[in-house]
């Protein structure tokens, strides 16, 4: 019977974008077998000082090495770290200035490795930092809640997300999952995952603000919770989003979650929509969150 491969036990603690953070053991943030893909999930702060840390390196191990052998470089100071340095630094970037140049055959042949290093750094960051900026981005607006209200006389979840491009979305497809705590007849504890289905989940075209309606009815999963036990089973939203960007010519997407705290219930969006003195259509994205108490209603069970 074959063993299981061998796993460090690191303890990796994960920001994910939902604001659902987790840990992993046995897996590591810093996956250096990976490195393509550790190099486009960095954060921009770590991508940008591991470059430069790199190119201190190369600079770095070239210059000692030019220092290994005195008399290499020609107009150098014998010994003296910060010409190597320069030499090196203007070596890695195929620029020569004339003053200082490899002066025997060790000369070249390092100097000569140095450039083929440096072409082959400048292809790769170069390659790294296209795909970086390449990488489309959905730029969708959430609400700060989720509010449940009546709509047509039955309790519903509403979730109101805008467009912040100022383009056009178009094929735009929305999912929406309950994340549930449950326990089993067994005692065992486990999370799972429901979808709530929306009354509509996919729209032609998106060019302001969209609200998202799930019916509380007798066939949805929040059916058996009121706002207490909402809370108690910590149900956290899981909202997901793909459209088509006209002006990117690609397929973006976002993902949003919301906490149980999140959930508002007796509360209603207020309108983002409006109409200018000459009749244009106007989305104010600034008022995307604003929520008020519904009226005459007092709070809102979530059982119809």
Same mark, same amino acid.
């Given at each position: 019977m074959a063993k299981p491969p061998h796993t460090a036990?690191? !303890? /990796?603690?994960?920001?994910?974008?939902?604001? $659902? #953070?987790?840990?992993?053991?046995?897996?590591?943030?810093?996956?250096?077998? #990976?490195?393509?893909?550790?190099?486009?999930?960095?954060?921009?702060?770590?991508?940008?000082?591991?470059?430069?840390?790199?190119?201190? @390196?190369i600079t770095s191990a070239f210059a000692l090495l030019y220092l290994a052998l005195p008399g290499s470089i020609s107009n150098a100071r014998p010994g003296a770290f910060p010409d190597a340095l320069f030499f090196s630094i203007e070596t890695l970037a195929t620029v020569g200035y004339g003053e200082m140049a490899p002066a025997d055959l060790y000369g070249h042949l390092v100097s000569s490795a140095e450039i083929v290093c440096g072409m082959a750094f400048t292809a790769i960051m170069t390659g790294l930092l296209?795909?970086?900026?390449?990488?489309?981005?959905?730029?969708?607006?959430?609400?700060?809640?989720?509010?449940?209200?009546?709509?047509?006389? %039955?309790? !519903?979840?509403m979730?109101?997300? &805008?467009?912040?491009? +100022?383009?056009?979305?178009?094929? %735009?497809?929305? &999912? $929406?999952? +309950?994340?549930?705590?449950?326990?089993?007849?067994?005692?065992?504890?486990?999370?799972r995952v429901q979808e709530l289905h929306l009354v509509r989940a996919a729209l032609p075209l998106f060019p302001l603000t969209l609200?998202?309606?799930?019916?509380?009815?007798? /066939?949805?999963?929040?059916?058996a919770f009121d706002h207490e036990s909402l809370m108690a089973a910590d149900i956290r939203l899981l909202l997901t989003v793909e459209a088509r960007d006209p002006g990117l010519g690609a397929i973006v997407y976002d993902l949003k979650s919301y906490a149980p705290a999140d959930i508002l219930p007796g509360m209603h969006f207020? =309108? !983002?929509?409006?109409? #200018? #003195?000459? &009749?244009?259509?106007?989305?104010?994205?600034?008022?995307?969150? @604003?929520?008020?108490? =519904?009226?005459?209603?007092?709070?809102?069970?979530?059982?119809p």
């Open positions: 036990r690191a !303890t /990796h603690i994960i920001q994910s974008p939902t604001g $659902l #953070d987790f840990s992993k053991i046995g897996v590591t943030r810093f996956d250096l077998s #990976d490195p393509y893909h550790l190099a486009l999930t960095a954060r921009w702060p770590t991508f940008i000082a591991a470059i430069l840390c790199f190119y201190g @390196l296209f795909v970086r900026f390449s990488k489309p981005k959905a730029r969708i607006v959430y609400a700060d809640n989720a509010v449940i209200t009546r709509h047509n006389g %039955v309790p !519903t979840l979730l109101r997300i &805008g467009n912040g491009r +100022a383009t056009l979305l178009a094929d %735009v497809k929305v &999912g $929406l999952n +309950a994340l549930v705590r449950e326990t089993s007849r067994e005692g065992h504890g486990i999370r609200i998202l309606m799930h019916v509380i009815d007798e /066939h949805s999963p929040l059916a207020v =309108d !983002t929509i409006s109409q #200018d #003195d000459e &009749g244009h259509i106007v989305g104010d994205l600034t008022r995307i969150s @604003l929520i008020a108490p =519904d009226e005459g209603e007092g709070e809102v069970a979530l059982q």
